[in-house]
């Protein structure tokens, strides 16, 4: 086939690109993997008995609201990777303070505990649970997320599929804080973290499979 | 690149993303012969010269399957040179070499290169064998026989829409054939 011939192809295959469509592609993502990542909670943890109540603590604000900042700022570093030719620069910032404000609220938290408390916090059953929990909420969507980002044309795609995980964990999060008891950062924040940066590694490790275009 | 080349491939392209199909056209033309000097120059470094033309129909076809991810409001220079790039790379993975090809020199040197079409290339045809019908049988009206989707609607006795559907389903199976020709 002749260069010109393929021109007159693609012209005939021209429909008009709606300028939302990445948007809107992230966001069915984000809908979709929050629905399922709740339905998963629901059906194989249960939501916590107290959860009338402690919605109206400072503790279950400050994990909802760290997993809603991990979200928006993990979405915007996602769609800009998605897009060749754009560097992402200031929007790393988004998902760094998140992260920074934790790491320094555990850090203080433990500081400012009894002696001996404090280590335990960290470590007592850190390996356990938690942070798995959150990896298995968040494979439904990290699969939503990467399937959505198939039309897109990311240039580093390990990194791009990285962040995909990252906002997967920071779903499962939202999802998972309606469940988790826990009161002070020394036991979530570490926790949580580590429940982010496992879907991450996950999607860093596929994203080259997957994405590639 | 220059300022003026900027503007017309931003508006050629804003226009056919809006669902103009002649703007469109007009800016897969414009960009060929640049696409083609880029390829020709880098083929021509790795002694790959008689792949120059299918990487420019490799590129062309990603700049179409791809075209939902240029955000209008920045400059489609950069955009074009990261899918060129990217090409480029696949590419000289095939000839099984690994190289750097930095961005920068894509985006600031495009060379222009017009030529009265070269030989029908390789690739795409041994691609093109590989589809089933109806997607080879719309790609061949279409492209072959220079009829337009309604045209061929009408022969196949399908609906438009349903030419569309399968006709942009050829374009991905072929690139995705080209990529897996690159393992």
Redesign the interface.
């Known amino acids: 086939m002749k260069t010109k011939q393929l021109i007159e192809l693609l012209t005939e295959c021209s429909t008009p690109i709606g300028p939302r469509y990445v948007r809107n592609r992230f966001a069915a993502a984000i809908v979709g993997g929050l629905l399922m990542c709740t339905l998963l909670l629901v059906a194989l943890l249960g939501v916590r008995s107290d959860i009338s109540s402690a919605m109206t603590t400072a503790a279950f604000w400050s994990k909802s609201l760290f997993g809603l900042f991990m979200l928006t700022g993990g979405v915007l570093v996602a769609a800009q990777l998605s897009k060749p030719g754009q560097a992402v620069r200031g929007a790393w910032f988004g998902v760094i303070s998140p992260i920074a404000v934790v790491a320094v609220g555990l850090i203080v938290d433990v500081k400012n505990s009894p002696d001996g408390t404090a280590w335990r916090l960290l470590s007592d059953q850190l390996w356990r649970r938690c942070p798995l929990d959150i990896a298995l909420l968040s494979i439904p969507a990290l699969a939503a997320l990467l399937h959505a980002m198939k039309p897109f044309a990311p240039t580093k795609l390990a990194v791009a599929g990285g962040v995909a995980g990252l906002v997967a964990g920071s779903i499962a999060v939202l999802a998972y804080s309606l469940r988790c008891p826990e009161v002070q950062m020394a036991f979530w924040g570490g926790r949580y973290l580590l429940g982010i940066a496992i879907p991450s590694a996950i999607g860093c490790i596929i994203g080259p499979r997957f994405l590639r275009w | 690149m220059t300022d003026s080349l900027e503007v017309t491939w931003s508006t050629l392209l804003a226009q ?4 103009n ?1 002649h703007a ?2 007009r800016f ?2 414009s960009v ?1 012969p640049y696409l083609r000097g880029l390829a020709r120059y880098h083929c021509s470094q790795f002694r790959a010269s008689a792949d120059a ?1 299918d990487v ?2 490799e590129i ?3 700049i ?9 409001r ?1 400059p489609v220079g ?6 060129a ?2 090409k480029l790379i696949d590419l000289m993975r095939r000839r099984g070499r690994r190289v750097e090809v930095p ?1 920068d020199e894509v985006i600031d040197s495009l060379p222009y290169e017009d030529c009265i ?2 030989t ?2 390789p690739s ?2 041994s691609l ?1 064998r590989q589809l089933a019908s109806p997607q080879k049988d719309i ?1 061949e009206l ?3 026989e ?1 009829h ?2 309604r045209d061929a609607a009408q022969q196949l006795g399908m609906s438009e829409g349903s030419v ?1 559907v399968a ?2 389903r050829a ?1 991905k199976t072929l ?1 995705d054939l080209y ?1 897996r020709s690159s393992k």
């Open positions: 056919g993303n809006d669902g199909s469109y056209k897969l033309e060929t033309e420019v129909q062309l076809l990603a179409h399957l791809k075209r939902s991810t240029w955000d209008c920045r950069p955009w074009i040179s990261a899918i790039r990217n961005i079409d070269p029908v290339t795409i045809e093109l790609v279409i492209s072959l220079g337009t989707v569309r006709l942009h374009l690139a990529r």
